[in-house]
């Protein structure tokens, strides 16, 4: 039975997928593929498909929320380490979807011509905290930086941390010869070597991206086998 | 760090970033997922579970079910919780993600990390977190700037594509090895791709003149 259910998977998903493919690629002047594409509404099909995502997409959120609350309750039912943490997480959601709803509901109007209450609540609170977490974020960079080095001295560790270094005092606005032939460098190497790298590696991700897509197109993936 | 992970009956730590179904990112969150699965197998002997974290929503159900599958092939379906797939809520890149992470590795008492799938400069928060922590890390990111902070800090970084090839390199099915092979020939062909072209621009056209009278055996 497991078996038949894992075939019927692997059918649906590489039918809907050669059928979302046909209906996004195939242009108006391929031949049979369009004639195909055009008779049986296979464009048409494809919006379905697309907007069943969004819907699914949106219905996992609950799903999230749901995980979400069961995992902090669970934590504070067991008092696991850190469940103040959870009870302060739990609070404000509540409190949050509470005032949510209220403003919905009209019974908690924001002051005419300012904003919703729960904007401010997002300004003040979650702005600010990821504000101060991007000037922390600064030091962990700077650290990791010196930590590579420490770690162990290598010639690929030692060229990184003179490139950063290089990268680092070239973008500094200050007078001067050196700082000026620094720039160039700079400029140099952004453009070059980094650049290069850059599209190496973005190439690389695509060819696995469109490796993987087909394997999961033949239906060999691993979701449909187990 | 999976042995240690049992031996020591503390939790493995997988997140998959910001991945996530139904978009740009569907076919890296199913190679992630694949690295998860084969990280999750082999911690699924252990008394404790492994816990998995994502940022997107739709990336919660194929944590679920990644760690569902590694402990039905194990056959130790009873210790499966599905509560220890875990969504914190975050935008794309994002610093509330890289918080609750940190947070995660204190309050779980976690004994190894894979942060695998799309992080941006923020890794460096739970980077510098684990080395802290003296946490054992594998990190690597599709995004460059995750990338480049995941190379410097990370214990043990992946580069590039390297995370697609992770079925290859861990799993046992000829179908899995067969992508790392296929993603070979390919690298190949893309850089003759590249080089030819180049090279016969250098030489004005003499270099494919030359190969074409070869070929022609004159």
New interface residues.
């Given amino acids: 039975m497991r078996r038949l259910i894992a075939i019927l998977s692997a059918v649906i998903a590489i039918v809907v997928g050669l059928i979302t493919l046909s209906g996004l690629l195939v242009g108006d002047e391929l031949g049979l593929l369009t004639v195909f594409v055009e008779r049986y509404g296979v464009r048409d099909l494809t919006s379905v498909f697309l907007q069943l995502v969004v819907v699914t997409v949106a219905v996992t959120l609950v799903i999230g929320l749901f995980n979400l609350v069961v995992v902090h309750t669970g934590r504070i039912g067991r008092l696991r380490r850190g469940w103040p943490y959870s009870l302060v997480l739990l609070v404000s959601f509540l409190a949050v979807v509470g005032l949510t709803l209220a403003e919905r509901a009209g019974l908690a109007s924001a002051v005419p011509g300012e904003p919703a209450y729960t904007a401010i609540l997002l300004d003040s609170v979650e702005v600010s905290i990821e504000s101060s977490l991007a000037a922390l974020l600064l030091f962990s960079l700077v650290y990791g930086a010196y930590r590579l080095m420490r770690r162990r001295v290598t010639w690929a560790n030692m060229l990184f941390t003179f490139i950063l270094l290089v990268v680092l005092l070239g973008a500094l606005p200050l007078p001067g010869a050196g700082i000026s032939l620094l720039a160039q460098v700079r400029n140099w190497l952004l453009a070059v070597p980094v650049s290069a790298g850059a599209r190496g590696l973005l190439l690389g991700i695509a060819l696995a991206t469109v490796v993987t897509g087909v394997r999961v197109l033949v239906g060999q993936d691993r979701s449909y086998r187990d | 760090m999976v042995g240690e992970a049992v031996e020591a009956d503390r939790p493995l730590h997988l997140s998959l970033g910001h991945v996530?179904?139904?978009?740009d990112n569907t076919?890296?969150s199913?190679?992630v997922?694949?690295l998860a699965?084969q990280a999750a197998r082999r911690a699924a002997i252990g008394a404790t579970a492994p816990i998995v974290t994502v940022s997107n929503?739709?990336a919660?159900?194929l944590a679920q079910?990644t760690l569902r599958?590694a402990y039905?092939?194990r056959e130790r379906i009873v210790p499966y919780s599905?509560?220890q797939?875990?969504?914190y809520?975050s935008n794309s890149q994002?610093?509330?993600f890289?918080?609750a992470l940190t947070?995660t590795m204190?309050?779980?008492?976690v004994a190894g990390n894979v942060l695998a799938g799309s992080f941006g400069?923020?890794l460096?928060?739970v980077?510098?977190q684990a080395?802290r922590r003296r946490i054992p890390t594998i990190a690597t990111s599709?995004s460059?700037d995750g990338?480049a902070?995941a190379?410097?800090?990370a214990d043990f970084p992946l580069?590039?594509?390297e995370?697609?090839?992770a079925?290859g390199y861990l799993g046992e099915s000829a179908?899995q090895t067969a992508?790392v092979v296929?993603?070979d020939v390919?690298?190949w062909l893309?850089i003759l791709g590249i080089l030819i072209p180049a090279a016969n621009a250098l030489s004005d056209g003499a270099l494919l003149e030359a190969v074409v009278r070869l070929l022609e055996g004159r």
């Fill in positions: 996530g179904l139904g978009g076919v890296l199913l190679a997922a694949e699965y929503p739709s919660l159900p079910d599958r039905f092939t599905g509560s797939a875990r969504w809520p994002t610093l509330a890289a918080a947070a204190g309050d779980d008492r400069p923020e460096a928060l980077l510098e080395q599709t460059l990338q902070v190379y410097a800090m580069l590039g594509e995370v697609f090839a079925g179908g992508v296929t993603l390919l690298r893309l």
